[in-house]
């Protein structure tokens, strides 16, 4: 069964805006990560965060951890037209080389 | 750095003839990779884990004796799906891991359409 579950499921803002996306999860992680999808290719690795950390930065994105509530969100800041994609969380157990368990995905739209 | 290959990209076949799907990882030694499935619209599936070496460890309700997985290197993993069918068209990705690392890196996928 998937462990992640993003929301919203679809999100469509303007260029410019920014976007969060939640996502939710049920069982004692060591990290959790997230992903873009450009329709029809692979995944692109954006953001890493681990079980100990509760906010990080990368350029324009914004990853928070709440363990407490088994939870994190991406913030997109300042959106752009070639962030359309979609986005997934993917959640790693504890143990080496563990293995990820992706959410359904976010699909972002970002009108110009 | 951390780029893994997919070959090929895009793979149409008849029912009942095999398939091979090849995954490299070109610059870093991977000692283990994971492949998943992707249907339209929906997340990935994890169907195994190949650690160079040694058998493959796959999910629950993967015919491993269909989903043949090969990892006789540390850069080269294939997937073979044996006598295909239309129901195993689905998009394949792979991931490789060197060891201790925490994130995975993505091939660009395999489209497999079985006619």
């Known amino acids: 069964s998937q462990q992640g579950e993003e929301d919203p499921q679809a999100l469509s803002i303007q260029e410019g805006e920014n976007a969060t996306m939640n996502c939710s999860y049920k069982t004692s992680i060591n990290n959790l990560q997230w992903y873009r999808q450009n329709s029809g290719r692979g995944l692109v690795h954006l953001i890493l965060i681990r079980s100990n950390e509760r906010e990080k930065h990368s350029g324009r994105l914004r990853v928070t951890l709440d363990t407490s509530k088994k939870s994190s969100s991406l913030l997109i800041t300042a959106s752009r037209a070639a962030d359309t994609a979609s986005y997934f969380c993917?959640?790693?157990?504890?143990?080496?080389?563990?293995?990820?368990?992706f959410g359904k995905g976010i699909t972002l739209s970002v009108r110009p | 750095g951390a780029v893994v290959s997919q070959h090929p990209s895009r793979v149409i076949c008849k029912s009942g003839t095999s398939v091979k799907i090849e995954c490299r990882s070109l610059d870093f030694q991977a000692t283990t990779m994971f492949w998943y499935r992707q249907f339209p619209k929906q997340s990935l599936m994890l169907m195994a884990t190949?650690?160079?070496?040694?058998?493959?460890?796959?999910e629950q309700g993967v015919e491993k004796d269909k989903f043949l997985i090969n990892h006789a290197s540390l850069t080269l993993s294939t997937l073979t799906v044996t006598s295909a069918h239309p129901e195993d068209s689905s998009f394949y990705i792979c991931s490789a891991l060197s060891g201790g690392a925490e994130t995975q890196y993505f091939g660009p996928g395999t489209r497999l359409l079985v006619l």
């Open positions: 993917a959640t790693a157990g504890t143990g080496a080389n563990s293995k990820l368990t």
């Open positions: 190949s650690n160079e070496g040694s058998k493959a460890t796959y």
